[in-house]
C-alpha cells in the first residue's frame, strides 16, 4: 500500500482527483455565490418585478381612482415613479386627449383617435417596453393610463449578476483550469526530465566503456527503473571483469605455454653450441648445422602458432595509431637489412613519400607483417638472391612493395611450413584495412600491401 | 674486468650461458633468484634477467634495479615473447632478447648496452682509426695524430659509435643529435656528415667508415 502511494499511478490520480475536485468545489462556490447575489439583488428591488404583478397593481391602482383630475393622476405618477424609476407614464382623458405624461421619451400624438389607441395596443402587445394600459375608475369614463417599463428591468438576477460579475467569474475559471493546466504540466514535466536523464545515463560510458551507475532519488516507478538500470550495469562489470580475467587466463596460458617450449629450445641450443665447439667430423658439423636449424624453425612456429591462437581470439594486443609509414618502414628495413646483406642478397630500397604518410595502424602489427614478408624472402626466395622494399602511389591507392626473385611461390620449398606466417599476415592486414595483393610466378613474387584513399 | 649480474633459474641454461660469458672475459655472478639481491648490485656494469623466477619475477627485479642504481643497463633475456611482455619489459630495460637466443647475439648485445652506458674502456680499431670508447678519442694509426671534431660532428659520431653496426635513419640521426624532429629535404644532416666524412674518411669521396645504405640511412661498421 505504501509502494502506492509512491508511485507515479498515485500522484496522477490525486491531479485528476484534485483537479475535478476544485472544479466542482468552484462550480459550487459560484452557485452559492450567485444565489446569494441574486438573493440579495431581488431583497434591495421589489420582489415584485414581475409582468403579472405589475400588470395587476397597475389595473387595481387605475380602477380606483374616482372622478380623475390631473392632480390625482400627477400624483399616482410620482408614487410609481419613485417604485419604478425606469418607468415611464401618461394619461389620455375620455375625449382622447394626452392630458398628463411623465418621463415619456418617444413621440406620442395629443389627440388620440380609436385608430390610432387601436395600432398603439397593436404594436405594444408583446413589444418594447412593456406596456401596461388601464381604465381610470371603475366606469372606464375618465379616459386610460399608461405604463411603459423597458423590458431590460425584467431581466432575471443571473443575467445581471452575469453582466456585473460576469468576467470575474470567467477569470476565477480560467484560473482554475490554467492550475490544472500547470500542474499536469509540471508533473509531466517532471517525469520527462527523469526519462530523459536516464537515457543519458544509459548512453554514456566511462573511460572502461560500460555504462556508469546512476542515483535513485525516488522510490516511484522511474526510480525503480533506475534501480534495475544499476543493478544491469552492475552485472555487466561483473561480467566484463569476468571477461578480462579469463583473457588475462587465456593469455598467461598461451604466454606460458610458449614459455615452457622455448625453455627445452634453449637447452638443445646450448648443447648444440657446445658440441660446435668439439673437435667435429664433417658430417657431425653438418648434422648440427642442421639441428640449429630446426631449432630456429621451432622457434619460429612456435611465435607463429602462439600469435595465430591470439589472433584467431582477438585477444592478440592491438592498438591504432597514427605513425609515420615510410620512416616506421624504413626503420624496419634497417633492422632487416643486416641479414640480407649477411646471405649476399641485392638490395634495393626506394621509399618515396606519400601524398599522406600518416597511416592509422598498429605499428607492432606492421613490423610483424614485415618480418613475416621478409622472413618468408629469406628462408623461400634465397634463390633470388635479391630483395626489393619500394612505395607506389597511384589516384586510388598508396602501397608498399616487396619484391625477390625467388621461384614463386608454387615452388615447394624445403623449408615451407603450414604457411601459418602468411595467415597471420593476411588477419592483421585485413583487421587494419589494407589489402594486400600478392603476384607470384616462376621469375618472383611481389606483395603489394595497399591502403586505399 | 666487466661484471655481469646474471639471474636465472634454469640450470643447464644458467651454467650455459655464465661459462661462454666468462670464456668472452667477463666476471659473470649468476643467481638464480631475486633474494639478497642488495648484496650483488653494488659493483656490477650490466644485469642480465630472466623473467619467470621463483619468488619475485624479473620486471620486479629490473626495475628495483633501475631505481637504485640509473645507469645500469639491463638486458631482459626470457622465453616470453609477447608484445605485452616486450613492452612491460621494454617500459624500463634497455634491451629484450627471447630465448633460444644465440650466444653470439647476446654477446653482440650486451658489447651494445656496455658501449651505449660507456662502460667499456676499450679502445675500438675502426679502419684506420683508434678510437677510445670511454672518451671517444679518435687517433689516425696513420699519422699517429688525434683527429678534433666540432660539437655536432662530435655528437653525430658519438652517435654512431653508440649504434655500432647498426643502420641509422636519417630521421633517427637528426632527432638523436639535434633533439628535433626531422624535416623531409631537410640537408643540414647531410651537410655535417659530408664534414665529418672529410676529417674521418681517408677517402671522402669513397667512404669506408661512415657507410651509405642506399634507401635507408647510415652506419658505422666494425
Known amino acids: ?453 | 674486468m666487466i661484471n655481469i649480474l646474471y639471474i636465472e633459474d634454469e640450470e643447464d641454461i644458467g651454467s650455459w650461458v655464465t661459462n661462454d660469458l666468462r670464456k668472452r672475459g667477463y666476471d659473470v655472478t649468476w643467481l638464480k633468484d631475486g633474494e639478497h639481491l642488495e648484496r650483488y648490485t653494488t659493483n656490477i656494469d650490466i644485469a642480465i634477467l630472466d623473467v619467470m623466477l621463483p619468488g619475485l619475477d624479473g620486471f620486479s627485479i629490473g626495475k628495483r634495479i633501475k631505481k637504485e642504481i640509473t645507469d645500469i643497463p639491463i638486458l631482459m633475456l626470457t622465453a616470453r615473447t609477447a608484445v605485452e611482455d616486450k613492452l612491460e619489459g621494454l617500459g624500463f630495460a634497455d634491451d629484450y632478447l627471447t630465448k633460444p637466443f644465440h650466444p653470439e647475439e647476446l654477446a653482440a648485445r650486451i658489447e651494445v648496452l656496455l658501449r651505449r652506458f660507456q662502460k667499456n674502456d676499450k679502445i675500438l680499431e675502426l679502419k684506420h682509426l683508434k678510437v677510445h670508447m670511454k672518451d671517444l678519442r679518435i687517433i689516425d694509426k696513420n699519422t699517429n695524430e688525434e683527429i678534433l671534431l666540432t660539437g655536432k660532428q662530435y655528437y653525430l659520431f658519438q652517435y654512431f659509435i653508440r649504434h655500432l653496426n647498426q643502420i641509422l635513419t636519417k630521421e633517427q640521426l637528426y632527432e638523436g643529435v639535434w633533439g628535433e624532429t626531422y624535416m623531409e629535404g631537410d640537408k643540414t644532416l647531410m651537410v655535417h656528415i659530408r664534414y665529418l666524412r672529410e676529417k674521418l674518411e681517408e677517402n671522402p669521396s669513397k667512404p669506408s667508415i661512415i657507410e651509405t645504405i642506399r634507401g635507408i640511412g647510415y652506419r658505422v661498421k666494425v
Open chain 1, 1 to 453: 500500500m505504501k509502494k502506492f502511494f509512491q508511485s507515479l499511478l498515485a500522484k496522477y490520480m490525486l491531479i485528476i482527483f484534485m483537479a475535478l475536485f476544485l472544479i466542482q468545489i468552484s462550480f459550487l462556490v459560484i452557485g452559492l455565490f450567485v444565489l446569494g447575489l441574486a438573493e440579495n439583488i431581488e431583497d434591495s428591488k421589489d420582489n415584485s418585478r414581475d409582468y403579472g404583478v405589475i400588470e395587476e397593481k397597475w389595473h387595481t391602482e387605475a380602477a380606483q381612482i374616482e372622478d380623475a383630475s390631473i392632480d390625482q393622476i400627477k400624483q399616482h405618477f410620482e408614487k410609481w415613479k419613485h417604485e419604478y424609476s425606469e418607468a415611464s407614464m401618461f394619461w389620455v382623458n375620455e375625449s382622447g386627449i394626452l392630458t398628463e405624461a411623465l418621463d415619456v421619451t418617444e413621440e406620442i400624438p395629443t389627440e388620440w383617435t380609436s385608430a390610432f389607441t387601436a395600432k398603439f395596443i397593436k404594436d405594444r402587445y408583446g413589444g418594447e417596453p412593456f406596456t401596461v394600459i388601464a381604465f381610470v375608475g371603475n366606469e372606464e369614463k375618465d379616459g386610460f393610463i399608461v405604463l411603459e417599463l423597458p423590458r431590460e428591468v425584467f431581466q432575471p438576477p443571473i443575467q445581471k449578476l452575469y453582466d456585473r460579475y460576469g468576467n470575474l467569474l470567467s477569470i476565477g475559471i480560467l484560473l482554475i483550469i490554467s492550475l490544472f493546466i500547470i500542474v499536469s504540466f509540471l508533473f509531466f514535466w517532471q517525469i520527462r526530465k527523469r526519462l530523459l536523464s536516464l537515457q543519458d545515463a544509459m548512453t554514456t560510458r566511462d573511460v572502461v566503456g560500460m555504462p556508469t551507475q546512476i542515483k535513485v532519488k525516488k522510490n516511484d516507478e522511474i526510480g525503480q527503473l533506475e534501480q534495475t538500470f544499476n543493478e544491469m550495469v552492475k552485472e555487466l562489470r561483473e561480467s566484463k571483469h569476468r571477461e578480462q580475467e579469463e583473457e588475462q587466463l587465456r593469455k598467461e596460458l598461451i604466454a606460458n605455454l610458449s614459455h615452457d617450449l622455448r625453455t627445452p629450445l634453449t637447452k638443445i641450443r646450448s648443447q648444440t653450441y657446445s658440441l660446435g665447439r668439439e673437435v667435429l667430423t664433417t658430417g657431425g658439423k653438418q648434422s648440427l648445422k642442421s639441428i640449429e636449424n630446426s631449432v630456429v624453425d621451432m622457434d619460429r612456429l612456435i611465435e607463429n602458432l602462439m600469435s595465430y591462437t591470439l589472433l584467431m581470439a582477438s585477444k592478440y594486443k592491438y592498438e591504432l595509431k597514427e605513425i609515420d609509414v615510410v620512416r616506421y618502414i624504413r626503420e624496419c628495413l634497417a633492422s632487416w637489412y643486416p641479414a640480407f646483406e649477411r646471405e649476399g642478397f641485392e638490395i634495393e630500397i626506394y621509399l618515396k613519400s606519400f601524398s599522406s604518410n600518416q597511416w592509422r595502424i598498429d605499428p607492432f602489427w606492421l613490423s610483424r607483417i614485415i618480418d613475416n614478408l621478409l622472413q618468408n624472402i629469406l628462408r623461400h626466395a634465397r634463390s633470388g638472391k635479391y630483395v626489393a622494399v619500394k612505395t607506389e602511389s597511384t589516384s586510388q591507392y598508396d602501397a608498399i612493395v616487396i619484391m625477390d626473385r625467388g621461384k614463386g611461390m608454387q615452388y615447394k620449398s624445403s623449408k615451407k611450413g603450414a604457411g601459418v606466417g602468411l595467415s597471420i599476415v593476411d588477419m592483421m592486414v585485413q583487421e587494419m584495412d589494407l589489402v594486400w595483393e600478392i603476384d607470384s610466378g616462376k621469375n618472383g613474387t611481389t606483395i603489394k600491401i595497399k591502403k586505399f584513399k
